[in-house]
């Protein structure tokens, strides 16, 4: 059962891509550790294709999740840029339109400063 998203502190999932697991770990047990994301999910296996310097490319990534609260997605964007190993990453928000109430609040209250 979902409820509205508004009805706690608005959460929001930011989507990166990183080439393996070791940044992937990085990356997402610095985040929670800076309370910049309540969770991350890495997702193996992902096969990405896109075009880059005039050419088509493929190439193995990882996913990660980010599941933030809806005013923490620009200091997480801003960390991701700073801290990514590629030149241009995937930085994508994606809004949570609803969801458990108690889950929502959950992450809101992860993502708050100490």
Same mark, same amino acid.
């Given at each position: @059962?979902t409820?509205?998203?508004?009805?706690?502190a608005?959460?929001?999932?930011? @989507? $990166?891509?990183?080439?393996?697991?070791?940044? =992937?770990d990085?990356?997402?047990?610095? +985040?929670?550790e800076?309370? &910049? =994301?309540?969770?991350?999910?890495? +997702? *193996?296996? #992902? /096969?990405? $294709?896109?075009?880059w %310097?005039?050419?088509?490319?493929q190439?193995?990534?990882? !996913?990660l !999740?980010?599941?933030?609260?809806?005013?923490?997605?620009d =200091?997480?964007? *801003?960390?991701?840029?700073?801290?990514?190993?590629y030149? &241009?990453?995937?930085? !994508?928000? #994606?809004? %949570? /339109?609803?969801? &458990?109430?108690?889950? +929502?609040e959950?992450?809101? /209250?992860? *993502? /708050?400063p !100490?």
């Amino acid at each position: @059962m979902t409820e509205p998203a508004d009805a706690v502190a608005g959460a929001v999932v930011v @989507m $990166t891509t990183v080439a393996d697991r070791g940044d =992937a770990d990085r990356i997402a047990g610095a +985040l929670v550790e800076a309370r &910049l =994301a309540a969770c991350v999910q890495c +997702l *193996t296996g #992902v /096969r990405s $294709t896109y075009r880059w %310097a005039g050419r088509v490319e493929q190439a193995e990534e990882c !996913l990660l !999740l980010v599941k933030t609260a809806a005013d923490r997605a620009d =200091a997480v964007a *801003t960390w991701l840029r700073a801290q990514h190993p590629y030149e &241009l990453p995937e930085i !994508l928000v #994606v809004e %949570a /339109r609803g969801g &458990l109430s108690g889950y +929502l609040e959950w992450v809101h /209250r992860e *993502t /708050r400063p !100490l």
